[in-house]
């Protein structure tokens, strides 16, 4: 839990209720915007590293950032569908917004990709709003590349292609949205032509340490020392802070180095930029990435997935050890997540026989029609089946095998016929995780809560069960084993429902802090109307994600909901959409060229 004592940043709440108000009555609230021109915001903002990075500062500098649409044309103004102002503060504390609701937040969503539509140059849909400057990147494309998803990979021939066409053309768009759709990390990057550039870089940085000197703490000239040693050959970067809270003093060297950086990159537009997830992401970085271009045109594909396997592994983790007077370099950190740094190496085996790349494909869709009960029946079974046995769990079988250890039973003193020998297989445990958020009522969980049932009485297997919404409840087993799914159901109803709003984080925190819970089947039910964090949290592997009403009037509602959680999903779980227990549209997996 937070201590109470710590800072966090919630940025002008005043500014944000006043605009949110109305918004939490009307779904999609619009803020229209007049005598406007379209604009294109870049990733830069002025960070008054004189004062302490509170709220207020945050706020400002989210503005520094906004403030081109204000200024596009002559009286342009801002209001919501009731007539209220919405000033660049109020629109900057939307962005800022990270302490609301799932339900609330993804409203939000819709209102700043509306806010994008109207007020800038170009604007793809399908991204989310946080993700505006690689929207804006990928709009200004002749063709603009398909967003990444469980069907669409991005492999290293396309970060190459993209740096070989900055080095001829300075096809910075390309560059941008080809890095961060393979890299696929929600810190910037600094990218540099080639080492010639990222000297002079560091020169400057060097340069400017050196006019602060008098205002630096010991710990910040000694990072500054750190940095002014960093070299990275392909892709490589640096840990600024665990928490928001870390480097945010004045004149800290988490702030002043990001301060140069951008300072740099401004007055060098032609050799070096910045790829920028997100304007949160960009504000307080956990992590600062920084890219060789002339270096990633000339190397191989296979170093270039061995370099970012590396990065991506280091970057898994949830805590770095950061001494106080140094920098910590990524490459360097420990690799404790395996399974990041497996899936990157996959992307060189998505080469053919011919040694052709391999083909992207649309977004991955669901069925148009409604899934039947016995069908996510058949689909849940297929994922037990398939899970290695373990020791000890409450999913366990009877299998009877021929032994020549036991005699046969009607033969006894023939030696050549073997017996009978019989023994428990155990599966994983079941672990039911049920939605019942304030949108949920019991008519549209019942059939998906029976189908389990019905499934663990074909399996004569127990299960645990957990409701959530944004919080959880404590685990309780449902018994099956000899009794009748009218008399399961009952026992389900008597387990106490959490009602609220909804956190599918507070279910993946759950599972990942038990070994036990980590090794179980766990199927959440669910509605899918959730906003997934910009940062990657700690993940389980075993989650599968079922619909929690397969009628035919609910379909196209819930249909639509899933398809927008996988796209909110890649950063996290780049394959998400194959745990989800839908039946896919395979008529929109077309190649592209």
Not at 485 to 490: A, H, L
Request: glycine fraction near 4%; charged fraction near 25%; include cysteine.
């Amino acid at each position: 839990m937070q201590n109470a004592n710590s800072r966090r940043f919630y940025p002008a709440k005043k500014d944000y209720y006043a605009v949110c108000t109305s918004h939490r009555k009307e779904k999609n609230m619009k803020i229209n915007f007049k005598n406007h021109n379209r604009v294109r915001i870049t990733p830069f903002y002025n960070d008054d590293v004189s004062r302490a990075l509170d709220n207020g500062q945050m706020l400002q500098n989210a503005v520094s950032i906004i403030e081109p649409i204000y200024r596009s044309g002559k009286n342009v103004t801002a209001s919501d569908e009731n007539g209220n102002q919405v000033t660049p503060g109020m629109l900057a504390a939307m962005i800022l917004a990270d302490d609301v609701q799932a339900d609330i937040k993804c409203e939000l969503n819709k209102t700043l990709i509306h806010v994008w539509e109207q007020t800038l140059t170009g604007c793809q849909n399908g991204l989310r709003a946080s993700q505006v400057f690689i929207s804006q990147a990928n709009a200004a494309l002749d063709t603009p590349l398909p967003i990444p998803s469980g069907t669409v990979i991005y492999v290293p021939s396309d970060i190459k292609n993209a740096c070989k066409g900055f080095l001829k053309n300075r096809d910075e768009d390309a560059l941008c949205v080809n890095a961060y759709f393979y890299i696929n990390e929600p810190h910037p990057i600094f990218y540099f032509r080639d080492n010639a550039i990222y000297d002079r870089y560091i020169d400057f940085i060097k340069t400017m340490a050196g006019n602060l000197m008098a205002k630096l703490d010991m710990n910040a000239i000694r990072k500054f020392s750190d940095f002014e040693k960093f070299r990275p050959k392909l892709i490589d970067g640096v840990v600024l802070r665990n928490t928001r809270e870390q480097g945010t003093a004045a004149y800290a060297f988490e702030r002043l180095v990001m301060k140069f950086s951008m300072m740099f990159a401004q007055k060098n537009p032609d050799d070096c930029g910045i790829i920028a997830p997100s304007i949160n992401s960009l504000l307080v970085p956990r992590c600062m990435l920084f890219m060789n271009v002339e270096n990633i045109a000339k190397t191989p594909a296979n170093k270039i997935v061995r370099d970012v396997s590396v990065i991506k592994s280091a970057l898994a983790q949830t805590f770095f050890q950061i001494p106080l007077n140094q920098i910590s370099k990524l490459s360097a950190a420990s690799l404790q997540n395996r399974i990041i740094g497996m899936k990157l190496k996959n992307h060189a085996a998505l080469l053919d026989k011919n040694g052709k790349e391999a083909q992207k494909r649309k977004i991955f869709q669901f069925g148009m029609a409604a899934m039947s009960r016995a069908d996510l029946s058949r689909r849940i079974t297929r994922i037990i089946n398939k899970e290695a046995n373990v020791s000890r769990s409450e999913n366990y079988s009877r299998v009877i095998r021929s032994t020549y250890m036991k005699s046969n039973r009607r033969n006894p003193d023939n030696y050549n016929l073997p017996g009978r020998g019989i023994s428990l297989q155990y599966k994983p445990d079941i672990h039911i995780y049920l939605d019942t958020s304030v949108s949920i009522s019991e008519e549209n969980y019942k059939n998906a809560i029976i189908t389990c049932i019905t499934m663990a009485k074909k399996l004569d297997v127990n299960l645990y069960f957990n409701s959530f919404s944004d919080v959880i409840s404590e685990s309780t087993r449902l018994k099956i084993k000899g009794k009748t799914i009218s008399e399961i159901y009952r026992q389900f109803q008597n387990v106490p429902k959490i009602s609220g709003g909804t956190s599918f984080e507070l279910v993946w925190q759950y599972i990942m802090q038990s070994a036990r819970r980590k090794r179980e089947i766990s199927l959440m039910i669910t509605d899918f109307a959730y906003y997934p964090p910009d940062e990657r949290p700690a993940y389980p592997a075993k989650l599968y994600y079922a619909p929690i009403d397969t009628s035919k009037a609910s379909w196209p509602y819930v249909r639509e909901a899933a398809e927008e959680f996988c796209q909110n999903m890649y950063h996290i779980e780049p394959n998400i959409c194959r745990y989800i227990l839908m039946p896919a549209n395979l008529g929109n997996h077309t190649k592209e060229g």
